[in-house]
Structure formats: structure tokens, C-alpha cells
């Protein structure tokens, strides 16, 4: 694989990008500037962030008219991209952000992110947990995970393909974490992942907040689907400000996985070279 390599259509000028989500997305936008400047992308602009924990997107849209930063931003036309992230089940927030965002700026683009799925299930519901302790993530094989993944998978996917089609062009795209991380999984079931022992290294809690790692790896394919252009070659990331608990080895694998992931999704508006 070459180093940084583009896609068709990589974009060379810095995206003005607002985030809405949940404590599995918003820490995107500070890593994504960090990726953004360390591959010498000019006039990048984290454009504002509306964050509530464990939301669905229509939490975001409901938010008071004077206090909703989000639609402000879009109906101002002062974003080209809008990242979004809901809890395993798309909701009708995600049309009504797309809605508002193509009246006011019909280039612009939304991408949704799949997520790796909280305790490993689908659908999850946070008021009937069934994890208590980070360790149980150990416990799930690459079938368990493949079965519960495929479901959210085809539900995330024909709701992003309906909307494209009712905007009558592909506005919404997907950022495949998920496959990126199931990927990694199966490098750590399998020894191959370095410095990652056990699947539980990936995750904080008994929910599935990542790790260092894994935000890195998601902030990798939130850069490459909105660049549209490999993280492959980047130097080690300055984000968080204490720096990352890894090496090289793993952080070059983190952006493999990404791309491979990214490039590889029908639905992520990417194509390898």
C-alpha cells in the first residue's frame, strides 16, 4: 500500500465540519483537526459540536431553537460536512439534519458512523444491560460478533440508502468503524495485533467506550471518508495531548484498517486507486 495515497476525488482543501453524537463520536472533531494539519490540509475547521451522551439523533434536532448550534450552522451554510452518530438504530433526526442541510448548501455532504456495537449486541438497550465488567468483551468470538454486526449493518445501511434516494443523490455516507474494528478484533483473537492483548484493551467499560486505540482507528476513518484519501503514512498523533500509550507498529496497523475499511464499503463515497 503507498503511503497517504489518494482516492478518486480526494479533496486537497480544508471542510468546515460540525459533529453531532454521543461519548462514542464527540471526541472526533479535536482528533480530526490533529489528522487534518498533520497531513498538511489547509483551512480545516471544526465548525462546533453538539454532544449528548447515549443519543439518538433526534435528541440533537430537538434541542431548543435558541440553544441548537447545529441548526444554526446549516441553515447559515457554513458547513461542508456534518458527522453524525446515533445509538445502533438510525432515528428521524438523521433525515431532518439531512433535510435542513441540503436546503441550505445542496454540496453538502453527512456521513453517519457504524459503530462497533455497545456490549457487542443488536439492538442494545441502555436500560436493560446484560455486561457488567470490561472483560466480557473477551468472551465474544468473530461469529458472535459477525451475527450481531450483519443485523445493525443492513438496518444502518438500507435507512442511509432511502434517504439518498428520497435527496434524490448520495448526501449521506457512511463511516465504517465498525468493519475497522471488527478487523482489529480478529487480529487480536488471532496474536496478531501489536501490543493489544485482549479484546478488552480496545474498550474502557462494560458499554464499549474506547480506548485510546480504538478512537484513534475511528478517527482514522472519519478522515479518510471526509478527505477521501488513506491516513496510511501519517505521522503519530499529537491528540490527546498526552501521548498516545502506543507505538508505530500498531499505529500504521490503525490506519490500515481504517483504509482498508473505508475503501472497501459501498457506502462510504470512497474508492482505492
Known amino acids: 500500500m503507498m503511503i497517504g495515497h489518494r482516492s478518486h476525488g480526494s479533496l486537497d482543501g480544508g471542510q468546515r465540519v460540525f459533529t453531532c453524537g454521543h461519548s462514542f463520536h464527540t471526541w472526533v472533531p479535536e482528533m480530526l ?18 454532544s449528548i451522551g447515549g443519543s439518538r439523533m433526534i435528541q440533537h434536532w430537538d434541542v431548543a431553537e435558541e440553544e441548537n448550534e447545529a441548526k444554526k450552522a446549516l441553515r447559515a451554510g457554513t458547513v461542508d460536512v456534518l458527522t453524525l452518530a446515533c445509538m445502533t438504530r438510525p432515528d428521524e433526526g438523521i433525515r431532518n439534519f439531512a433535510m435542513l442541510a441540503v436546503e441550505h448548501n445542496p454540496d453538502i455532504r453527512i456521513t453517519l458512523q457504524e459503530l462497533w456495537l455497545p456490549e457487542d449486541r443488536f439492538p442494545f438497550d441502555s436500560a436493560n444491560r446484560v455486561r457488567t465488567s470490561v472483560d466480557e468483551f473477551n468472551s465474544s468470538t468473530m461469529a458472535d460478533l459477525d451475527k450481531s454486526h450483519q443485523a445493525y449493518f443492513k438496518v444502518m445501511e438500507d435507512y442511509v440508502n432511502a434517504l439518498n434516494a428520497e435527496i434524490g443523490k448520495q448526501t449521506v455516507f457512511i463511516v465504517p468503524d465498525a468493519q475497522a474494528t471488527l478487523a482489529l478484533r480478529e487480529r487480536i483473537i488471532a496474536g496478531t495485533a501489536p501490543e493489544l492483548e485482549k479484546q478488552s484493551d480496545l474498550f474502557t467499560d462494560a458499554w464499549g467506550h474506547p480506548s485510546p486505540p480504538l478512537r484513534q482507528l ?6 479518510a471518508v471526509i478527505y477521501r484519501r488513506s491516513p496510511v503514512g501519517l505521522p503519530m498523533p499529537s491528540v490527546p495531548a498526552d501521548s498516545p500509550s502506543w507505538g508505530v507498529t500498531l499505529d500504521r496497523l490503525l490506519q490500515e484498517l481504517a483504509w482498508d475499511a473505508v475503501s472497501s464499503h459501498p457506502l462510504s463515497g470512497v474508492e482505492a486507486p
Open 33 to 50: 483537526s490533529d489528522l487534518a494539519k498533520a497531513a498538511g490540509i489547509s483551512g480545516h475547521h471544526a465548525a462546533g459540536t453538539s
Open 218 to 223: 475511528s478517527a482514522y476513518c472519519h478522515f
